[in-house]
């Protein structure tokens, strides 16, 4: 069969019942992506003859003759295709796994700006952005900078530096390469949710062609370890092996098969006999704590696994109170009190779990792995396998998205036993089924609320009673359990708090890390109650909130004063999103179909700006012979943006255009060590080191020009005379335009001229104050003798009036280093609003206005960060009303995207942005992580506009068509 493929002719045989996807990636076109194979997602999406098409279900056979082109055929990052161009100038991607799907479907859209976008690209998902930036890319609004920028990098919106290959399909991703030999693993799950394995028979497996293993609990290493991975590997329980004899949820390793193709792995797998002696099992979290339930891991040694009750399917638990909690409340003048409960959500990551792992020429183990913590990897690896941790080297490539789900050990334990069993290339890939059925999910919780306040509105009590379902597997369940209780609670004013929470193990699925790590589950009824409270009182929402919570000069506490005393307010702007979401509501002009009812709520939350008990990054910056610099650094890039905003620190601090910056990163070759990119990290540890590596090398480049200038005879010996008006080493000016800054939404001013809009296309560039250098940023130079110093411009250092250029200076050897341990940490805040309306009749839900004020510290990159808080929003409406794993006695019903609700874009309205005007005195030019925060708020914030539009309060999420229909005709007063 012979067809074309961008243009060059192609021959090839397919097999039966190929389809095009796999196809054109046997080809070598690893730009089309794999993210469902159910053609629900639109990653795939080619051309064929000028029509797109899903690739994943376009049978291959169908290709005689006909022309397909894959997004590398549209155009290449020097002769990029409009929409492809369109695409990052918009900087309309974060990942960009999906982008590739979505600049094809767009290029055959039949006008640049259709008016029914929502419909025609209704096949295309993405998980990251919130869509408002790819509506931007195809409406052909630009909201980006080119890398080449000049002056001070930060601050302003530079374009990623991979931008041209994400939109042209040249990023590779995990699997986005040839290996010679590869093998392939396939994996046979329980059919049970609990059971033991009595005997399995894999001979006629292994006399299949092409099989080159099968893999059981017999070739698995006896350590016990946990999925979960974080700074100290005794944060998580040690319950796994890589397989077990005992099965605990369906879907769980029984066996793998190691063969020469997935086909024939899978062909051999169905020809493993295995005998199951079927065992108990608990379900319901509330009975696996009961005396006869069950005990999943009751096998298990509670010190040396580090569990709390075993014999009670306890994994962690928290109980404490400070004050007198039950006095508090008999003496309120009023109190409230109601259980809600929220439901297990999948990450959804359009990229799907996946590692290829080989043997390098001196029989170096190397994994190349979809990880969001390459280095916590290859220390477990090590551990695991007993392997001395430098003859394990773990890497990744551009991450197709995370939220936590990464920050996982799920394929790669598999992959080296592949790979030190047959001493070949292996590859393990999740499906989207796999993401479904045993990839770790958001913890589902059940948690009761009781508040105290006097009649004017303080708050007197709070109690929660909290319950976390943390699965089979208790990676990440101690974690999210005591994180979910402390920001949420600890962000009141109150003198009398308590706490009950367990997490309890059952043979559902495994729970795991998900974006807000615990916080979004209870600031949903938190937050809920808190309106509640409103409404009892007769109070406006934003004033409760004001009259209650924390500010700078009070303890943040749960129940212990002494828990984390280095959280501290780095700066604080929380009132001024309250004012900034609460006038953007004021404002709104949208008005509701007739005859819908309205409602209008909010909710705000309070993040610590990373894991508590240190994380840790070390990074430096070399100066190479072109004059560019290399940046290493060993955080990932999965969407999270901080890749761009390396790039602009170095710079900044070298005064090079970002295009000069080569950032390597997530290797652990790269640098010494790095904890990973989880607890939104990225900028405020890992560009912190960085930043001081940029720094220390500039320092070393003027020293070295000084030596060098001291030691010239004259000009002829490689020095010039600096011309008059070259740019050098200087402040940013101070001024009022330079500290506005913005990022979304509708024009509308500023709540009491205080904050930064999020939208205006045309206000200026946000440019950095003067702060020190020992702040992490760079200081004026008001000295007058500063002339005569040594001053680095981006064509040398100038000393006196002779200039040293870099390329002189690059054969020195010269590097900077940099780290930072994580501690002492901030706080972040963010407040989000809601108008909706209702129809009563049929239970729909339509949001008319969207607004979230975020305390970011002073913003990097306002597009990126505009988009960190739109895809975060975006995320939690799903939460919040669409998306459910839905699991009937340990079995999930919920496999596919097609009957589990991603949004797409018709789903997500735009949210304005905006940002509080704030400076951290402890990140890095005064900014704050906001890769979590913005996920928290949503849910009860749009929970409590539902209650004050239809009088009933929602008390489970999702808050679905249904479920609203059913709590207006008082059928289901829970939901």
Not at 399 to 412: A, D, I, N, R, S
Request: glycine share 10%; hydrophobic share 40%; aromatic share 6%.
């Amino acid at each position: 069969m012979r067809f074309e493929v961008n243009g060059s002719p192609v021959d090839a045989a397919p097999a039966p019942g190929q389809v095009l996807r796999t196809l054109l990636r046997e080809h070598g076109h690893f730009e089309v992506k794999k993210g469902c194979d159910a053609g629900d997602c639109g990653a795939c999406s080619v051309l064929v003859d000028g029509s797109p098409v899903h690739s994943c279900l376009y049978p291959a056979h169908r290709l005689e003759g006909r022309a397909v082109t894959t997004v590398a055929g549209l155009g290449d990052p020097e002769h990029p295709h409009p929409v492809q161009q369109s695409f990052a100038d918009a900087g309309g991607f974060q990942c960009g796994f999906c982008t590739a799907g979505f600049v094809v479907t767009a290029s055959a859209l039949p006008s640049a700006a259709p008016a029914d976008l929502d419909r025609q690209l209704k096949g295309n998902l993405c998980r990251c952005t919130g869509y408002r930036s790819i509506r931007d890319a195809i409406c052909g609004t630009s909201n980006t900078e080119q890398a080449d920028v000049t002056g001070d990098a930060v601050g302003r919106s530079v374009k990623p530096p991979a931008a041209m290959r994400v939109v042209t399909g040249r990023e590779p991703y995990t699997l986005d390469t040839a290996t010679t030999g590869l093998l392939h693993a396939v994996v046979l799950g329980s059919p049970h949710a609990s059971a033991r394995i009595v005997s399995i028979d894999a001979s006629a497996a292994l006399a299949v062609p092409g099989v080159h293993a099968v893999l059981t609990h017999e070739d698995s290493p006896a350590t016990l370890f946990s999925t979960g991975r974080h700074e100290s590997r005794l944060d998580d329980p040690d319950d796994t092996l890589v397989f077990d004899r005992v099965l605990r949820f369906q879907g769980q390793r029984v066996a793998a098969v190691v063969a020469a193709s997935v086909r024939i792995a899978s062909e051999a797998l169905a020809l493993i006999r295995v005998e199951y002696e079927v065992l108990p099992a608990v379900f319901d979290p509330e009975v696996a704590r009961d005396a006869g339930a069950h005990r999943v891991h009751g096998d298990k040694d509670p010190v040396v696994s580090r569990l709390t009750h075993p014999s009670r399917n306890v994994v962690a638990a928290l109980h404490g109170e400070m004050g007198d909690v039950d006095a508090a409340l008999a003496a309120s003048s009023v109190t409230v009190s109601g259980e809600w409960r929220t439901q297990r959500v999948a990450h959804a990551s359009l990229e799907t779990h996946a590692t290829r792992g080989w043997l390098d020429s001196s029989g170096r183990l190397v994994l190349r792995t979809s990880s969001q913590v390459p280095y916590l990897v290859r220390d477990e690896i090590a551990r695991i396998f007993a392997l001395p941790a430098d003859e394990v080297r773990v890497f990744t490539a551009r991450v197709g998205g995370g939220f936590g789900g990464k920050q996982e050990l799920l394929t790669e334990d598999l992959v080296t036993l592949a790979v030190l069993k047959t001493g070949r290339p292996v590859q393990y890939e999740f499906t989207r089924e796999d993401e479904f059925t045993i990839a770790p999910m958001r913890h589902p919780m059940r948690v009761r609320v009781t508040l105290g306040a006097t009649a004017s509105g303080e708050l007197t009590a709070i109690a929660i009673d909290q319950l976390s379902d943390t699965g089979a597997y208790g990676n990440h369940g101690p974690g999210v359990l005591f994180h979910s209780s402390h920001e949420s609670l600890s962000v009141y004013r109150c003198a009398n708090k308590r706490v009950d929470a367990e997490a309890v193990y059952t043979n559902n699925p495994p729970s795991g890390a998900f974006r807000g790590y615990g916080l979004g589950q209870v600031i949903f009824a938190l937050e809920s109650a808190l309106d509640e409270l409103a409404l009892r009182l007769d109070m406006d929402p934003f004033e409760l909130r004001r009259r209650n919570v924390v500010v700078p000069g009070d303890p943040m506490v749960t129940i212990d004063a002494d828990a984390e005393t280095d959280l501290l307010y780095g700066s604080y702007g929380l009132d001024q999103c309250l004012d900034l979401t609460e006038a953007a509501l004021a404002r709104s002009t949208v008005e509701a179909p007739p005859g819908w009812a309205t409602g209008t709520g909010m909710a705000l939350s309070m993040i610590a700006t990373l894991p508590p008990r240190g994380h840790f990054a070390t990074a430096t910056v070399a100066l190479l012979a072109d004059g560019s610099v290399e940046a290493s650094v060993g955080t990932a890039e999965f969407g999270n943006g901080t890749t761009t905003v390396h790039a602009q620190l170095v710079a900044t601090a070298l005064r090079l255009p970002v295009s000069r910056v080569r950032v390597r990163q997530s290797d652990t070759d790269a640098v010494r060590y790095d904890t990973g990119a989880f607890g939104s990290a990225g900028v405020v540890v890992a560009g912190k080191a960085l930043y001081e590596a940029a720094v220390s090398l500039r320092s070393q480049l003027e020293a070295a020009a000084v030596e060098v200038v001291g030691a010239a005879a004259s000009p002829a010996d490689g020095l010039a005379h600096h011309p008059a008006g070259a740019p050098a080493w200087h402040a940013a000016p101070d001024s009022a335009e330079g500290s506005a800054r913005h990022s979304a939404g509708p024009a509308a001013s500023s709540a009491g001229g205080s904050g930064r809009h999020a939208a205006g296309r045309a206000a200026a560039a946000p440019v950095a104050p003067p702060w020190s250098a020992h702040s992490g940023r760079h200081a004026a130079q008001d000295d007058p003798e500063s002339s005569v110093a040594p001053v680095l411009t981006d064509a040398g250092v100038l000393v006196g009036e002779r200039l040293v250029p870099l390329a002189k200076l690059a054969g020195l050897g010269l590097v900077g280093h940099g780290s930072n341990d994580g501690t002492p940490r901030s706080v972040a805040f963010n407040v989000h609003g809601f108008k909706v309306a209702v129809n009563e009749a049929t239970g729909e839900v339509r949001i008319l206005q969207s607004v979230q004020s975020a305390d970011a510290g002073y913003v990097l990159n306002p597009e990126q960060l505009r988009g960190q808080v739109e895809g975060g929003t975006a995320q939690a409406i799903g939460t919040a009303m669409l998306e459910e794993v839905r699991v009937e006695d340990g079995h999930v019903t919920t496999r596919a995207f097609r009957n589990y609700r991603v949004p797409q874009m018709a789903d997500i309205p735009v949210t304005e942005v905006y940002f509080a005007d704030t400076a951290d005195e402890l990140g890095p030019f005064g900014a704050k992580s906001m890769s979590e925060a913005p996920y928290n708020p949503v849910a009860p914030a749009l929970a409590n506009a539902i209650r004050r539009a239809i009088g009933v309060r929602p008390r489970a999420l999702p808050m679905t068509r249904d479920r609203v229909w059913r709590l207006v005709q008082g059928r289901d007063g829970a939901a």
